[in-house]
């Protein structure tokens, strides 16, 4: 599999293509994480909250591969904020994925209520620094979270991880990113498999003769976000990644954009009030 990268700001790269763990429990992730490296898959996106670092720790090691063709990703669970529970939290994380260090690391929500995201994100900068982690970054901000951990830490994460998909487009987070050199990544990327049953989606793909959920993840890499859709079926993971070898034009892919739904298109919560 020949993975396109993006470059991060940082001076890294990421692999614009991996597998999300989200629902996968620790017992099914050792199989179904390696079963995607087998496939290819070198970009696996876990987190604390998922449950399933161990098993998917058990994957990478097992793999046999050279630490440096993988790309692992976690994230900080919503109870860590306080710096030296997030500091104990990383050091479990690595402990179960049996890594020294994860590639990216994120904080996972930024529960605007508790007004604590600074104090994490300051935390998650000092583990840079010390080298348990390469790349930090966030996931669930709005653009005034961004714009507050910039101006008040003076550093800007690598990526933004949110909901993206044809039925909640995010333009207003994606262009926020973009104004602060943030990688934006699209978690459920294929709309936790509704693609599947959209009409305008439907017939693209079968002009294309793709799938539905290949025509949705085309559409994502050619706007240029990260995606790591999630399946726990081998013949998915090899559908998910057969998207390199076409191209939508731009009517397909404003037929794509035109779904939007705006905030009543979300499948998760909204990040402004949860938590
Ligand atoms: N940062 C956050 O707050 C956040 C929130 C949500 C998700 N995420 C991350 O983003 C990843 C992806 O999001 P997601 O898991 O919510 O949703 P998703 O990837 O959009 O969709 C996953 C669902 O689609 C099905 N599916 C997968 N490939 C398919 C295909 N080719 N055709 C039809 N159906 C298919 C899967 O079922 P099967 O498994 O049965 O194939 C599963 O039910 C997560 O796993 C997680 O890593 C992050």
Redesign the pocket.
Known sequence: MDLPHLSLHDGTSIPQLG??????SDQDAQQVVTAALELGYRHI???QM?GNEAGVGRALRESGLPREELYVTT?LDNPNHEPSRARRSLEESLTKLGLDRVDLF?I??PLPSRDDYVAAWRALVSFVEEGLVTSAGV??FQPDHLDRVVAETGVVPVVN???V?PFFTNEAVRAANARHGVVT????????????RSEPIVEIADQLRR????VTLRWHLQRGDV???????PE??R??AEILDFELTSEQMATLSDLDRGPEGR??PDPDHFG
């Open positions: 597998l999300g763990t989200y629902k996968v996106d876990t987190a998922y994230k994120l996972h929500w996931s669930n991880q949110v909901e998909h990544e699209a978690w459920s990327p294929i709309a936790r498999g509704a693609v599947s799938t539905p959920a290949q995606i790591f859709p999630k399946t726990t079926r998915r993971m559908e998910n499948t998760g």
